[in-house]
């Protein structure tokens, strides 16, 4: 009964239901940025602007167009003109290096690129593609835009893959359309609603955000990109521009509640839904968030990029069962089912453990240019003649139909959302001179995540030449805490790396490491280094510390930032903001930091300001 899920949604594209939207609210606000205020009517005719010159270079129907941008104005811009031009938008993290960057477009086929102004100057390599810079210009009376179809390609994402190569998933307009109507009619999003565009444009939240405001139209308010992973700065916007809609990683919720139980800034009634995805959600963290926010809808959502965004959600009640180790995954969304199979491709009776599968309106069209990639994941299951998607997730159903999740059974794993192969990551070390093999691990120790890599070489290699060559081919995120050299990899009985051992000798490396009393000792020379140098020992919960050491790579993270910062500020009567530790992050730098906090503090009064 759980798969009973068919619902009649207008079978209709993005682009489309944006351009109904516009019709409706022509000078209604669409988008909110830090540089400008746009309305659907200028939108719609700077993405005319853009989809006329896309013409001209070329881009249609089964072309990918990639964005390469920072949070802003332009990326929504960007997106509808490609669209209106035919073809597929192609998100890639700005951050990312270089090498990785050019990978995804070799791969992608894609020839043209639109930018920020200013962009090709900062990065001269683009030049080997054409790049058009966004830049707010209007279209003339003449342009004409494509008419797509439901089952044209509406978007590529590129996610981790196993190889050593990003994979891109095709979504077309059905398949994003479908899961957008859902979460609209369920959660009634009207011109009514605010959407704090949070999520990164290369990661399919942002799908949502874009989509699902302005076909319904509303607003998207898109963050600072300076300040984008700042807690102040979030409380801010929510306060000011009265948002009510938060779709997000369950790690932001748990900054902003982290921040707001210290500082207690929020004073807006508005916010009435939040949406949380793409990682465990902690069992404490609905409570919190009731706590500060009272009668707000707080829904669990999981699924797959290959299947458009979500595909089940679960509503979280106000008083959770002390026996739930997690939140559980919930009911398939409209026009979606989840199977949980065994190995005979058989369905699993309650409260059995299997593989979950995706079938429905979601499932993506396979991934850009591998078609064994393609049909490795996405399969026709014999029996009913559908056609699943393989998540590689482990789940069971319960009596009422709701799903639990019970996590990877393969060498995939999540970090603030983020899918990471880790065999990508042994891909990249594999491909440096002498590495003869590689494992990397995911290893939990005193609340830390650490991704951990070993290594086998045949000639000596320094390890700096490794995270050199790692930190030029992968995003940050998926960078290696600690790198180990071995002489051999334990194996287990049919002669493959045992990782149970493996993960056994990661744990006692980093506690020796961590008890390691060879750490040139922190001098705690002024008073302010040595509350500091307390304050950090507790919240890292780590023994030794010097004074080169870096908050972030000792195990810290944005949340534990906010821990340090709440209980810093507490101590000093000080006001500093989780963007201060990015950039100062040894007890040094931030001692010198609160001085100079202070001082400023004691001018000032002596001068009257306070």
Request: aromatic letters at 10%; a negative charge; hydrophobic letters at 35%.
């Amino acid at each position: 009964t759980a798969n009973e899920t068919e619902k009649i949604f207008e079978d209709k594209t993005l682009d489309e239901l944006f351009c109904e939207a516009a019709e409706k609210f022509p000078e209604k606000e669409a988008v909110v940025s830090v540089q400008r205020r746009m309305t659907y009517q200028e939108l719609k005719e700077e993405a005319l602007y853009i989809c006329e010159k896309l013409q001209r270079e070329g881009a249609g129907k089964g072309k990918t167009v990639a964005v390469l941008m920072e949070k802003g104005w332009e990326q929504v811009t960007a997106v509808y003109g490609i669209l209106f031009a035919g073809a597929a938008y192609l998100p890639i993290d700005i951050h990312n290096p270089q090498e990785r960057i050019e990978k995804i477009l070799h791969d992608s086929e894609t020839e043209i690129i639109l930018t920020q102004q200013g962009a090709e100057n900062q990065m001269s390599w683009l030049k080997k593609w054409k790049t058009l810079p966004v830049c707010g210009r209007k279209a003339g009376e003449t342009v004409q835009q494509e008419k797509n179809a439901p089952e044209d390609l509406a978007y590529v994402i590129y996610t981790s893959g196993t190889t050593g190569m990003p994979k891109g998933v095709m979504i077309s307009h059905r398949n994003a359309v479908n899961t957008i109507l859902d979460i609209n009619s369920r959660y009634q999003i009207t011109e009514k609603d605010t959407a704090f565009g949070i999520s990164n444009l290369h990661f399919d939240l942002s799908v949502y955000d874009i989509f699902g405001l302005l076909c319904a139209g509303g607003t998207i308010v898109l963050p600072d990109p300076e300040r984008v992973k700042d807690p102040a700065y979030w409380t801010e916007v929510l306060n000011t521009e009265k948002i009510t809609v938060w779709n997000s990683v369950p790690a932001f919720v748990e900054m902003l509640v982290e921040y707001e139980e210290y500082q207690k800034k929020l004073h807006t009634k508005a916010l009435r839904l939040i949406l949380m995805s793409g990682d465990w959600i902690p069992v404490s963290l609905p409570g919190r968030i009731r706590n500060i926010l009272g009668d707000v809808n707080i829904v669990a959502l999981g699924g797959a990029t290959e299947a458009s965004i979500w595909s089940n959600c679960f509503e979280i009640p106000e008083q959770i069962p002390e026996e739930w180790r997690s939140i559980p995954y919930g009911k398939p969304l409209a026009n979606q089912r989840y199977y949980i199979l065994d190995q005979n491709m058989e369905n699993c009776p309650d409260w059995v453990s299997g593989d979950l599968y995706i079938a429905g309106t979601g499932v993506a069209q396979g991934y850009l240019n591998d078609k064994e990639k393609t049909d490795e994941k996405f399969v026709i299951r014999k029996t009913t003649g559908e056609r699943l998607y393989n998540t590689g997730d482990m789940g069971r159903y319960w009596k009422d139909g709701n799903i639990e999740f019970l996590g990877r059974k393969d060498n995939q794993i999540k970090i603030s959302g983020y899918r990471i192969e880790l065999n990508e990551i042994e891909a990249t070390i594999n491909s440096i001179t002498g590495v003869t093999s590689s494992c990397v691990l995911n290893v939990e120790v005193l609340d830390k995540t650490n991704l951990i890599a070993f290594y086998k070489s045949e000639i000596e290699i320094n390890e700096e030449e490794i995270q050199k060559k790692i930190e030029k081919t992968l995003p940050q995120y998926m960078i290696p805490t600690k790198i180990f050299p071995i002489d051999q990899f334990p194996k287990n009985v049919n002669g493959k790396i045992n990782r149970s051992k493996l993960k056994e000798m990661a744990i006692s490396l980093l506690h020796f490491d961590e008890d390691d009393t060879s750490h040139e000792e922190f001098v705690f020379e002024t008073y302010e280094e040595k509350e500091i140098a307390e304050i950090w020992k507790r919240v890292i919960k780590c023994t030794h510390m010097s004074s080169t050491d870096n908050f972030f790579l000792m195990g810290g993270n944005s949340i534990k930032a906010l821990q340090l910062i709440n209980k810093i500020n507490e101590k000093f009567h000080t006001q500093l903001s989780i963007s201060d530790i990015f950039k100062y992050n040894t007890v040094p730098q931030i001692a010198r930091l609160i001085r100079e906090k202070l001082l400023e503090r004691e001018y000032d009064s002596e001068n009257g300001d306070i």
